[in-house]
């Protein structure tokens, strides 16, 4: 059983005292042993409307420092199970290039894969989970669950293809995800093209709009989650405009009509028993 250390440990010292971590977990440079890395990665190069991405891992790292040990709706403490600790941001040293940031990105997590531990991530703006998978995925295409407004499968835009609006295309194409084992949550919103989201149709995704998703419910949904993506390992990425706006304004392409913290937070839990192989929340724009 792995234990907090005591500096960490909310019932031993006020929560508001001492260097934020992500959850309080230990900061760590090595990951030696490690089952679970907590990372930041603190890039919004891929943006198309409003910035702010960037700054979203120290503030989430902020914010976490407020939770407490153990979920009280499953009595899981994650520190009891697993060696767990937040080994830093995954920064660039060329945030003004953006292919090479991705690359950047890429080596960081390449890094935590050998050393056989999982990448749980806050970014960050949606282009730095393309990174993510190159690094986890190479050895094969994973499963992807996808809560998000938007599909992320645009192609070329205002002259670059690696943006936060096409990961996945670049993802299917580059073979570091399965089309038929990915699930994309939430999509809504108006177009610039009605044939904007044609690409994860063709390729075989299953896409569930918000319409549908108000007409399946949440377990139903949970239940297609788990029929999609299958035995096989996969990836789970949350962008936070998944949520509607009256939960999540703070990101950079708000749309009304998402689903509520809690309708997440159940599709979340959900997800339990899958073989996930890592994670990420991105587009949290303070």
Not at 31 to 40: N, R
Not at 170 to 176: D, F, T
Not at 223 to 229: G, L, P, S
């Amino acid at each position: 059983m792995y234990q907090y250390e005591a500096y960490n440990d909310p019932i031993q010292r006020p929560r508001y005292t001492g260097l934020p971590t992500f959850m309080r977990a230990p900061y760590r440079e090595d990951y030696e042993g490690l089952d679970i890395a907590l990372v930041g990665v603190p890039f919004d190069g891929g943006v198309t409307n409003r910035t702010g991405a960037r700054h979203g891992p120290r503030e989430i790292r902020n914010q976490s420092s407020l939770m407490r040990r153990r979920n009280q709706a499953n009595g899981i403490g994650p520190h009891d199970l697993c060696s767990v600790a937040d080994v830093g941001d995954a920064w660039v040293q060329s945030p003004f290039h953006l292919e090479k940031s991705l690359d950047e990105i890429c080596h960081f997590y390449e890094r935590l894969h050998s050393a056989g531990a999982v990448p749980v991530s806050a970014g960050g703006d949606h282009s730095v989970t393309l990174p993510i998978l190159r690094a986890i995925a190479k050895d094969e295409p994973v499963g992807l669950i996808h809560f998000d407004a938007h599909c992320d499968t645009g192609d070329d835009y205002l002259g670059s293809k690696f943006h936060h609006g096409a990961p996945f295309r670049r993802a299917v194409e580059e073979g570091l995800i399965d089309p038929l084992r990915t699930i994309q949550i939430g999509i809504r919103g108006t177009l610039n093209d009605l044939d904007q989201w044609k690409f994860s149709h063709d390729a075989g995704m299953r896409v569930i709009y918000m319409d549908e998703f108000y007409e399946l419910g949440v377990k139903a949904v949970i239940q297609e989650i788990h029929r999609v993506a299958g035995e096989g390992p996969c990836y789970l990425t949350f962008d936070v405009d998944g949520l509607d706006p009256v939960y999540a304004s703070g990101t950079g392409t708000p749309e009304v009509g998402g689903f509520s913290t809690v309708e997440a937070q159940l599709m979340i839990r959900g997800c339990q028993g899958l073989n996930l192989i890592g994670g990420d929340v991105v587009e949290v724009a303070p």
